[in-house]
């Protein structure tokens, strides 16, 4: 990966788009989701995380996904193919939060009602 993306820090969550781009998480920016061209390592676009999000800040209790095949509900609210989800376990209790990647606006958001604060470290969709 540091051939990918080279001295950004260490990854905490990666996820791949439809088109081969790469959605991350490092160290280096724990405040944004960042999107990288893995052929060059260079950012294409970017996303602030805000407290709508959660939190403004993840670490390693996080991970990504790009919701591909058909869209999805969360919450009661559609999620379309494309959005990015992000598993947010830096919160308590954790969440989850689908946003569009165009926009970096938050479509919809729900907390996980886990008996603890687990601090999740990954998650997965899989409808």
Do not use: E
């Amino acid at each position: 990966m540091n051939d990918v993306y080279p001295n950004r820090g260490r990854l905490a969550a990666v996820a791949m788009d439809g088109a081969g781009k790469l959605w991350v998480i490092d160290d280096a920016n724990p405040t944004r989701l960042t999107k990288v061209d893995p052929a060059t390592g260079a950012t294409i676009s970017s996303i602030t995380l805000t407290n709508a999000m959660g939190t403004s800040y993840v670490t390693y209790y996080s991970d990504l996904q790009v919701v591909a095949g058909a869209d999805m509900s969360l919450n009661g609210v559609n999620v379309p193919v494309g959005s990015l989800l992000l598993f947010n376990g830096y919160v308590n209790p954790d969440r989850v939060v689908a946003i569009d990647p165009g926009t970096g606006g938050v479509i919809a958001s729900a907390s996980l009602a886990l008996l603890g604060n687990y601090d999740l470290s990954g998650g997965t969709y899989d409808a």
